[in-house]
């Protein structure tokens, strides 16, 4: 018989995007799936698009009374699920069509308990756009062995795999489900206990399409420390917890310095420094003092 494949779908006000999202899952070449649908009290019309399945055998539908939030709902989506695998899709985003074939194959064939892949990025028009995200350094530090490292300090010229590029056996990602009620942020951390835990593979090819638009998450520049620290502390292995730090005010300084808000700038790169001294950010961090000297004299 064939395998069962389970994708979850958290939507808050996701109408505009929904259907295509909903049809890259119905469209896919392995046709024995089910999908998992929990509306978070969306205020558009996300609930009469996602009640036109409500009838098909393949839809578990659930409507929220209150908010819940995406961590919480995606954890429930895992808890209602079936299937012998386990996906996960934003509301705004698309699978390519052979996705569950060609990683289901991928899994069986090299006894792994589930697989990461690549992504494309595309516009709100469904247009790839410039500049992809390549993952040829992951693939490399991959079959060298030294993939873990990297996931858990988050090099800022190393592009990571997501989680909707993913494929689970449901057994994994069932037992990796309670991270999400202890963390807020529901991608990292589920990559760093995954390697950590459990055979996971990579394949360097496209799986899913990630769509950036002005209202997506990715394009949330927002960085929130305490958010952020609270993973590093409790899914970061300690060996590992001061450089990811330093990385992390590295990343938040290299947004603020984009932003044009360059004494925030200088003083992440200060505190990146401070957690771990590398020569490599001097040149950066003295890039921000000038910006923050002039700024402060044109002021």
């Known amino acids: 018989m064939m395998n069962k494949v389970t994708t979850v779908i958290s939507v808050y006000n996701g109408a505009k995007y929904l259907e295509a999202a909903i049809e890259s899952i119905l469209n896919q070449t392995h046709k024995n799936i089910e999908i998992v649908i929990i509306d978070d009290c969306s205020k558009d019309n996300s609930r009469e698009i996602i009640s036109k399945y409500k009838d098909d055998e393949r839809f578990i539908i659930r409507f929220n009374e209150f908010n819940l939030g995406l961590n919480k709902n995606i954890q429930i989506g895992v808890e209602l699920a079936t299937g012998d695998y386990i996906c996960f899709l934003d509301q705004d985003d698309m699978f390519v069509e052979t996705k569950f074939e060609e990683q289901i194959n991928y899994i069986q064939n090299n006894h792994l308990d589930g697989v990461y892949a690549a992504t494309q990025e595309v516009d709100e028009n469904g247009n790839i756009l410039p500049n992809q995200p390549n993952l040829d350094n992951f693939e490399k530090l991959y079959n060298s062995g030294n993939a873990f490292k990297t996931i ?32 807020f942020l529901n991608d990292w951390p589920i990559l760093i206990k995954s390697f950590e835990k459990y055979n996971i593979g990579f394949m360097n090819k496209i799986m899913f399409q990630l769509r950036k638009h002005s209202e997506s998450a990715t394009n949330d520049q927002s960085w929130n420390k305490s958010i952020t620290l609270q993973a590093i502390i409790m899914a970061v292995p300690s060996e590992y917890q001061q450089e990811c730090i330093a990385n992390m005010y590295n990343l938040r300084a290299s947004l603020c310095y984009n932003a044009k808000k360059y004494s925030q700038a200088l003083r992440c790169m200060l505190l990146s420094l401070i957690w771990d001294f590398d020569k490599s950010k001097i040149k950066f961090t003295l890039k921000c003092a000038r910006k923050t000297i002039k700024a402060k004299l044109k002021g």
């Open 152 to 183: 858990c300090t988050v090099p800022s010229d190393v592009y990571l795999p997501m989680s909707q590029s993913a494929l689970f056996k449901a057994k994994t990602i069932k037992e990796l489900n309670p991270i999400r009620s202890r963390l």
